[in-house]
């Protein structure tokens, strides 16, 4: 069986006080805490996936290539997501275009968007999608579909969405003109199941266009970093 998609990890200044703010934005609970690193996980019973927060010294220098859109479930329901949010910290970002979503950055500049209402999400919990950046989003978001799993569906050139074997967000992948030029605040965890190897798993993704990266990451870890095919870094978890 193929790697599935486990978690989004945050490269964070302050993982426990960035990790409490997630908590409460999503209404959701600190699961671990361990050596400052810290996870977020939705309520029994809601779909969602699992926020990890890290800690890192290097600060943010750049717009995210990956972020989180959150849903409302009505014009009204998305003001006060954003008066909500706001009132704990989260900054919004005035935009050059009119939209009808809103642009917040949380207590530490990422970016994250409150949507309009979409019938599309529906049913998939406090996260409606993880977004990436793309220069080719269907050729990624098949390279994502090998990776992650799911069924993946494009809209032209402009957007690819990947729907997950698990409930909870989509990964759609976003046409982005400008290439990756920094390692990434954010990024995605895979797993093996139990019952398969990890280090086939690893040998499978680079054979589908992935290469190991080394982002300091120290020897004896129990995860394997790679990059996708636009150099995002990602973790292959081992088997569980």
């Not at 280090?199 to 990059?227: K, M, P, Y």
Request: with cysteine.
């Amino acid at each position: 069986m193929p790697t599935r998609l486990m978690q989004v990890v945050f490269d964070s200044a302050d993982a426990p006080r960035l990790a409490v703010w997630w908590a409460g934005a999503l209404d959701w609970t600190v699961s671990h805490y361990e050596g400052g690193e810290s996870c977020v996980t939705p309520p029994e019973g809601e779909p969602g996936l699992e926020l990890c927060f890290v800690p890192v010294p290097e600060p943010k220098t750049a717009w995210n290539r990956i972020h989180l859109d959150l849903p409302s479930r009505s014009a009204e329901d998305q003001a006060a997501i954003v008066d909500r949010l706001e009132a704990a910290g989260a900054t919004r970002i005035e935009l050059d275009v009119e939209r009808p979503w809103v642009v917040l950055v949380d207590i530490e500049g990422n970016e994250f968007c409150v949507l309009e209402h979409r019938d599309e999400y529906d049913g998939v919990g406090s996260i409606a999608a993880v977004v990436v950046h793309a220069q080719d989003p269907a050729r990624l978001g098949e390279f994502w579909r090998q990776a992650a799993g799911g069924k993946l569906q494009t809209n032209g050139e402009e957007v690819a969405t990947l729907t997950l074997t698990t409930p909870g967000p989509f990964l759609e992948f976003v046409r982005h003109a400008e290439p990756k030029t920094v390692k990434n605040r954010l990024h995605l965890d895979v797993a093996p199941y139990a019952e398969d190897d990890q280090a086939a798993e690893v040998s499978r993704l680079t054979g589908l266009g992935a290469v190991r990266a080394d982002v300091g990451q120290e020897g004896g870890v129990s995860w394997i970093v790679l990059n996708d095919p636009e150099g995002q870094e990602f973790c292959v978890l081992s088997a569980r």
